[in-house]
């Protein structure tokens, strides 16, 4: 059964790797009120309360409490259901990072073994299953809880976080692997007795893969979803939304890969279905019109997207009150706008679409995952005053932008250094050599360890460094720079070009 196992780390890779929206939450409450309005309209009432009050640093409380949380992901995770793993990923991927967080906590504390529990019914032909499998490794198809008897942990939640805290409750993060060390009757007890050990071959055999075959993982999701879309339409009797949303599925991750082709055609299908199937204004079908004008934008269609943009807005839901995932919405899609202005260089439209969004963004500061927002309106924010020559503001909002990328994606190296080059610029413009020449340095080191290099930004780098030096009259580091700039052109040039000569 190996292929399952890989099949659901895959699963698992491809929900966490695919970028959290600004209305994915939006959508996955949607997907909880129709769930509970069909099994149980009495958890509507709980569907209202997590929308008011849940925050991704509650993952774990809302997890462990008998909630509607934990009956649609354990149900989702079980029996693999694509859309509906798509629709909660906002809240697995808040989940995953909190327990996290909990195991680093614990390594500090230099806490690395623990003996936990759990009581489960099995058939008997699980039991010979397990006694066969002695010495190879198992995975548990979604989070695991157990109860402890010491306090230590590899993945834990402290009693702290649960809604029972009576119970003990640890949880292990989706996906932990475990090996078989023994499987025996224990006849004072009465009962089979498995013995598991976390095993330390998770690295091994997830992180590797994951990391060295990403595209083709990408690849064999893909593969997966298709199949299932094709069973969807056969032998079944799935309603038009069911099928939007197994399309949805499809576009989504050509999207995350930039098959931008296959991506625009799955979202047709489904913008097309959802017409059929939904209210002229709900949160899907804006959605899907936003993933449609991020398609447009990525392939340089800018006045299609605009248009797919402006209906976006349109299309979303009608709210007798805003919310702070509602007024997110609306501020994420007039960044967008102001992107496309950008890039036909309709510098004063696209700052008023900036300045809309990020009045917008203001008012509900509080939102974590807004963030990520704000760091791109600043971008282009510093952009638009670039390109107006206001250097002094564009560097106000090049910090701006700069100061969370550090504090909050640090892994974001590329981008790190995509700042300070415009930090540098604007010093450049306005005589500050010495800060430019900082900046630009910063964004050498990181270029310099790309792999392969980035010939074109390292080569604009050290042209831009010479300059400055040479306007500081230090001409022997300049010419040190010019060199270099030169040595980089070579590599990615013929010789006999008339700009090396």
């Known amino acids: 059964e190996s292929a399952d196992f890989l099949w659901y780390q895959l699963l698992k890779d491809v929900l966490l790797a695919m970028p959290e929206t600004v209305d994915s939450k939006i959508e996955m409450i949607d997907r909880f009120r129709i769930y509970y309005s069909s099994k149980n309209p009495t958890f509507l009432t709980k569907v209202d309360e997590f929308e008011q009050t849940y925050q991704s640093c509650d993952a774990i409380c809302w997890y462990t409490k008998d909630s509607i949380v934990y009956r649609l992901v354990n149900q989702a995770l079980r029996t693999e259901d694509i859309e509906a793993l798509l629709a909660v990923r906002y809240y697995i991927s808040d989940l995953c990072t909190c327990l996290k967080k909990e195991c680093e906590k614990l390594k500090v504390q230099g806490l690395d073994v623990l003996t936990v529990y ?4 099995l058939p008997t032909e699980d039991i010979d299953k397990l006694q066969q499998s002695v010495g190879q490794l198992i995975s548990a198809n979604g989070f695991l809880s157990t109860t402890r008897s010491l306090i230590v942990a590899e993945i834990y939640a402290g009693p702290e976080h649960s809604e029972m805290p009576h119970e003990e409750e640890v949880l292990f993060d989706l996906g932990t692997i475990f090996r078989v060390e023994k499987v025996y009757f224990d006849k004072s007890s009465g009962f089979w007795k498995v013995n598991l050990v976390a095993a330390d071959e998770t690295e091994n055999l997830t992180n590797n893969f994951m990391r060295q075959r990403r595209d083709r993982n990408y690849t064999q999701a893909l ?15 799935y309603d038009d939304r069911a099928l939007a949303e197994s399309h949805s599925s499809l576009g989504r991750i050509y999207l995350e890969i930039k098959h931008y082709e296959q991506a625009f055609e799955h979202l047709q299908i489904t913008l097309e279905l959802y017409k ?3 209210p002229t204004h709900h949160s899907a079908l ?21 248009e797919y943009y402006l209906k976006a807005e349109e299309s979303a839901p009608t709210l007798k009150k805003f919310t702070d995932n509602s007024v997110l919405l609306s501020a994420h899609l007039c960044s967008l706008a102001g992107n496309c202005y950008l890039h036909k260089n309709e510098n004063t439209l696209a700052e008023q679409y900036f300045r809309t969004s990020l009045a917008l963004y203001e008012k509900c500061r509080s939102s974590v995952k807004g963030e990520n927002l704000l760091i791109d309106i600043q971008w282009n ?18 910090k701006e932008s700069l100061v969370l990328v550090e504090r909050i994606m640090p892994d974001e190296r590329i981008r790190i250094a995509e700042l300070n080059d415009g930090i540098g610029v604007c010093y450049e413009k306005i005589g500050q050599y010495d800060l430019c020449i900082e900046h630009a340095q910063k964004s050498l080191e990181i270029y310099e360890q790309c792999i392969p290099p980035d010939v074109e930004k390292l080569t604009d780098m050290h042209n831009t460094v010479a300059w400055c030096y040479c306007m500081k009259h230090e001409y022997l580091l300049a010419i040190k720079h010019r060199k270099q700039s030169l040595f980089l052109e070579e590599q990615k040039v013929p010789r006999n070009v008339a700009q090396i000569a």
């Open 118 to 121: 759990r009581g489960q019914f």
């Open 276 to 278: 059929k199937s939904l």
């Open 223 to 237: 593969d997966h979803f298709q199949k299932r879309l094709t069973i969807y339409e056969k032998w079944t009797t």
């Open 381 to 398: 924010m510093g952009v638009v005053f670039s390109r107006k020559r206001e250097f002094y503001s564009a560097l106000e909002h090049y």
């Open 286 to 306: 804006s959605s899907t019109y936003r993933d449609l004008a991020n398609i447009c934008h990525c392939t340089k269609k800018y006045d299609l997207a605009l």
